[in-house]
T-cell receptor, first 113, second 112 residues
Framework: EPEVTQTPSHQVTQMGQEVILRCVPI?????FYWYRQILGQKVEFLVS????????KSEIFDDQFSVERPDGSNFTLKIRSTKLEDSAMYFC???????????FGPGTRLTVL | KQEVTQIPAALSVPEGENLVLNCSFT??????LQWFRQDPGKGLTSLLL?????REQTSGRLNASLDKSSGRSTLYIAASQPGDSATYLC???????????FGSGTKLNVKP
């Protein structure tokens, strides 16, 4: 069964460094999402992406964040200058259509020191 | 802003019991609602998706209902098994359908 994959599974970085989290959505899906989950807290929506542009973003998704679909398969989340409070599990998800089931990847645990 | 609440926060039941997990949301103008399962340290597994025009969805031992006007959804698990132990999350897609709002989850423990 097709699945969303994410790399790396765990990323450790120093505060102020840039990180890129990578995702490969399910191949025939058109909508892509990033979420984060700080330890012990709710899953929070960050951004949705369709047709090579952001369709919606939350208040959390400020100028330090960016997303890109650099080729036909990858979907990336870049955090330009990481802060301690960016430490969280980051989930990528994809869906065929906007109203369809979202399928989540296993997540990338980001630790900012 | 949409707020999603799940009650109870934790639930421990003996194997074989039927149980109900609750999800409530403050803004009834939703597009759809999705129930997920999350195992410790893992991603989210989709269980059921209910569109705003639907009243319920079923998959195996799971049945999810939606009452949009009262802002409630329930997930019914029949004949619970130890393998059902996980955190169950509900997520509501807002009326602009590009934002998802999650509840805090119900942590279920099914004892053998």
């Amino acid at each position: 069964e097709p699945e969303v994959t994410q790399t790396p599974s765990h990323q450790v970085t120093q505060m102020g460094q840039e990180v890129i989290l990578r995702c490969v959505p399910i191949s025939n899906h058109l909508y892509f999402y990033w979420y984060r989950q700080i330890l012990g807290q709710k899953v929070e929506f960050l951004v949705s992406f369709y047709n090579n542009e952001i369709s919606e973003k939350s208040e959390i998704f400020d100028d330090q964040f960016s997303v890109e679909r650099p080729d036909g398969s990858n979907f990336t989340l870049k955090i330009r200058s990481t802060k301690l409070e960016d430490s969280a599990m980051y989930f990528c998800a994809s869906s065929v259509g906007a109203s369809d089931t979202q399928y989540f990847g296993p997540g990338t645990r980001l630790t900012v020191l | 802003k949409q707020e999603v609440t799940q009650i109870p926060a934790a639930l421990s039941v003996p194997e074989g019991e039927n149980l109900v997990l609750n999800c409530s949301f403050t803004d009834s103008a939703i597009y759809n609602l999705q129930w997920f399962r999350q195992d410790p340290g893992k991603g989210l597994t989709s269980l059921l998706l209910i569109q705003s025009s639907q009243r319920e969805q079923t998959s195996g031992r799971l049945n999810a209902s939606l009452d949009k006007s009262s802002g409630r959804s329930t997930l019914y698990i029949a004949a619970s098994q130890p393998g059902d132990s996980a955190t169950y999350l509900c997520a509501v897609r807002g009326s602009n359908f590009n934002k998802f709002y999650f509840g805090s989850g119900t942590k279920l423990n099914v004892k053998p």
